[in-house]
């Protein structure tokens, strides 16, 4: 019974495969109720699982839904995930530069719920830019320029859908196995050969400690061994936010500069070491190989030619992008050096700018977001600009930035 199964869990006894399928696949079918599974949820919270109940909770979110196969794409298709963070815009950068490299990449992304939009609408922000495409679509695409980037098809892990859903109103996100099983399962099912997962660590992200970030890590990388799939992971920071641009048609912008090198910094950084460790698991060679044919495909235009490639080839009319022209400064009223940004609270300033959305229905502006005009370690004097906000064209910004800075 599943008030057994809740019970074993609350004093931290181990499930079987059993006990695990009648509790979850008894969710999915409506027999276990949304107080239950929640119930369960904060359980496992509270006292964790074992590696083998990870297994076997990865197997039933996989084996919900449909798992699709590229092996007729020629080539080892890498795939990879973050695990989210504010001004997130490294699969623009990333994609097209591991496909400029000859490595096949199916990206597949979703939109965002919380304070910033997700990558989908990041591209939607570019007038007729397609996200929804058929199987015979991708392969053809892939074939023809070597990537696509769009959202999910097919049903995959349809349980994992509705868990999650329960977990974000249930106070339930925060679990180590949960997290891991959550999201490795859909990447199993995205048909990838091998994964790269960006685990992001810091105030603005799921994983508050590199302890956390460390033991997330290896259980993924364990799971991903279990189905054959080489994965990856690199530890990331998100205790700023990534690069200087927090909002969809903005982040847009800040990709196509770093694919053009004409930004560098940690972001652009970030960049290079995750398409590097694609382009090494793609072609079987040294991260550092990989990395000079990365810096390469950068320096001669080719990943950002790979871009607009992308873009056109799923109807994207970059003639037609453009971004809010409603610009407000904020300057700064103390002098100093920056020494930290708050990623969090950009993010909620970018969200009550309109960039972002809290329910699944909310509509998002693309044009509007924050640029930031220093970052950390940056001196900056009394009047200098410390960020733009991008609005509305009836916005007129009168928004409280206190949370944002600290400058000493
Ligand atoms: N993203 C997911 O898909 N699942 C999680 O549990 C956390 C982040």
Avoid: W
């Amino acid at each position: 019974m599943i008030k057994d199964i809740i019970n074993k869990k609350r004093v931290g006894e181990e499930l079987s495969r059993s006990e695990l399928e009648e509790a979850f696949l008894g969710y999915l079918k409506g027999s276990v109720l949304d107080y239950q599974m929640s119930s369960l949820l904060m359980a496992i919270c509270i006292q964790g699982m074992s590696l083998e109940e990870t297994f076997i909770l990865t197997d039933l979110f996989l084996n919900s839904g449909d798992q699709l196969d590229f092996s007729n794409i020629p080539g080892i298709k890498v795939d990879k995930h973050s695990t989210g963070g504010v001004g997130d815009k490294t699969t623009l950068v990333v994609v097209p530069i591991v496909a400029s490299c000859m490595v096949p990449v199916i990206k597949m992304s979703g939109r965002g719920l919380g304070y910033t939009g997700g990558t989908i609408d990041k591209l939607e922000s570019i007038p007729g830019y397609k996200t929804e495409l058929l199987e015979d679509e991708i392969m053809k695409q892939v074939g023809d320029i070597y990537a696509v980037m769009m959202g999910q098809t097919g049903e995959l892990c349809p349980l994992d859908k509705k868990v999650y859903a329960l977990r974000d109103v249930s106070g339930t996100t925060d679990s180590i196995p949960l997290i891991a099983s959550s999201i490795m399962s859909k990447k199993i099912a995205g048909g990838a050969d091998k994964i790269l997962i960006d685990i992001k660590v810091g105030s603005g992200a799921f994983m508050k400690t590199l302890k956390d970030a460390e033991d997330l890590s290896d259980i993924m990388i364990q799971i991903g061994e279990k189905y054959g799939r080489e994965t990856r992971t690199i530890i990331s920071d998100m205790n700023t936010p990534l690069g200087r641009m927090v909002g969809n048609g903005l982040e847009v912008e800040e990709a196509m500069d770093v694919l053009q090198g004409k930004e560098k910094g940690s972001f652009y950084d970030l960049c290079v070491e995750l398409a590097s460790q694609m382009v090494s698991m793609g072609k079987d060679i040294s991260v550092s190989d990989a990395k000079i044919m990365v810096e390469d495909s950068i320096i001669s235009g080719h990943a950002y030619q790979k871009f607009l490639d992308i873009v056109s080839y799923q109807g994207g009319r970059m003639d037609e992008f453009s971004v809010s022209q409603n610009v407000l400064e904020i300057s700064s009223e103390v002098s100093g050096v920056v020494q930290s940004i708050d990623a969090l609270e950009v993010a909620k300033l970018s969200c009550l700018l309109g960039a972002g959305r809290l329910t699944k229905e909310d509509k998002i502006d693309p044009g509007v977001g924050v640029y930031l005009n220093v970052l950390v370690g940056d001196k900056v004097e009394i009047g200098d600009v410390l960020l733009c906000l991008y609005l509305k064209s009836d916005d007129k910004g009168e928004y409280d930035i206190s949370k944002i800075f600290e400058i000493k």
